[in-house]
Structures are given as structure tokens and as C-alpha cells.
């Protein structure tokens, strides 16, 4: 993947009453792909992780486009100092952009809207709609009854064996941005609905 071109996708949560450990995460990961000449591509919240991560590429001369639903904007939600803001619809228009203009998905803990990004996701590349990479950021071990639970979708036969594969789990910002340059594209030939 040529970084110069490579856009990637932050999804993560606009919670402010959060663990100190999470901002420092988001505000490195932002950094990092900054360093990197990586585009951060997230909702464009102003407040909570959100904000964290397009904060700090920006504060290193990065790029951060934000994609946000027309009644956020309203609302007053929007981060205003994005590089680039991409006004959508709604919830829906504002999950398929960010997938398509990306080049992966890398997802920073969050609450019911993260899940539901990620749950969508990686539906879609279950499908094979959906060939990027996806990582779980997973500070402080957030994400781990979250791996549980999709491991026992797998153990009793709700999900195939392979679509383990489907996610990579990093436990540092470092790692992530890695997983998500390294990873290759999912395999369409595993799509096929057959019997486990």
C-alpha cells in the first residue's frame, strides 16, 4: 500500500468521560499516521476520541477529512478544524463513504455507534462487499469480551472458521497502523454460503 495515497479510516467514540489511556491512544494513532502521510479519515465529532485522533495529526501537519450527517452539523457536532469536511445525508451515506474513499478500517473503543460500525463491517466483508482491513485497537484489553463473544458465534457454528481472519486485534497504536498497512486484501473466494 503506498502511503502517500493511502487514506484510513478512525472509528471511535465521542465520549468524553473516558480513561485518560484511551485519549493518549487516539492522540498517538493520529499522530503516527500524520508521520506517516496518512490521510485520517473519522466522523468529525468535536468532542471525545473523535476530536483526540484528528487532533493529533493535525498538530503534526497531517490531513483529516471528516464525514458527517447533515442533522450532526446542525446539532453542533462538527469539528471545525478538519481538513476537509464531507457533508452526508445521513447515518447510512456516512458509514458507506467512509468505507469506499478508505483503505482500511481501524477501530478505536467506543460505545453502541462504534459496535454498530464495526458489526456492519464486518458483516459486509463476511459478504465480501468489504475487502480492507479491519483492526481493533484494543487498549486496555477494551475489546476483549466483544472477541469473546464473536469467538463463540464461531465455536457453535453462527460464523464459519475462517472469518476469524476477518478482524486483526492490535495492542498498541503502533501495531495497529501496521496491521493496517501489512494486511491484505480478504479473500472472495471464502464468501461462498457453505455448509461449516
Known amino acids: 500500500m503506498n502511503s502517500k495515497e493511502t487514506k484510513i479510516a478512525v472509528y471511535c467514540a465521542s465520549s468524553t468521560q473516558i480513561d485518560e489511556c484511551y485519549f493518549k491512544d487516539a492522540r498517538r494513532l493520529g499522530n503516527l499516521m500524520a508521520d506517516k502521510g496518512i490521510t485520517l479519515v473519522n466522523g468529525a465529532g468535536n468532542m471525545g476520541l473523535m ?4 487532533d493529533g495529526c493535525l498538530e503534526k501537519g497531517g490531513k483529516a477529512i471528516g464525514v458527517i450527517p447533515t442533522f450532526m452539523i446542525g446539532e453542533g457536532w462538527c469539528h471545525n478544524g478538519m481538513t476537509q469536511i464531507i457533508e452526508t445525508a445521513d447515518m447510512h451515506e ?3 463513504k467512509m468505507a469506499e474513499m478508505t483503505d482500511a478500517g481501524i477501530f478505536l473503543p467506543g460505545g453502541c455507534g462504534t459496535f454498530a460500525e ?40 453462527f460464523m464459519r472458521p475462517v472469518h476469524a481472519d476477518i478482524w486483526k486485534v ?13 494486511t491484505p486484501l480478504w479473500d472472495t473466494s471464502i464468501r461462498r454460503f457453505a455448509k461449516i
Open 170 to 182: 492490535a495492542p498498541t497504536p503502533e501495531e495497529a497502523l501496521r496491521m493496517a498497512l501489512e
Open 51 to 54: 476530536a483526540e485522533s484528528a
Open 94 to 96: 456516512r458509514q458507506a
Open 118 to 157: 464495526l458489526s456492519e463491517l464486518i458483516t459486509w466483508k463476511q459478504l465480501g462487499l468489504y475487502l480492507k482491513p479491519i483492526i481493533l485497537l484494543n487498549t486496555k484489553g477494551y475489546f476483549d469480551s466483544l472477541l469473546n463473544t464473536l469467538h463463540q458465534a464461531i465455536t457453535e457454528n
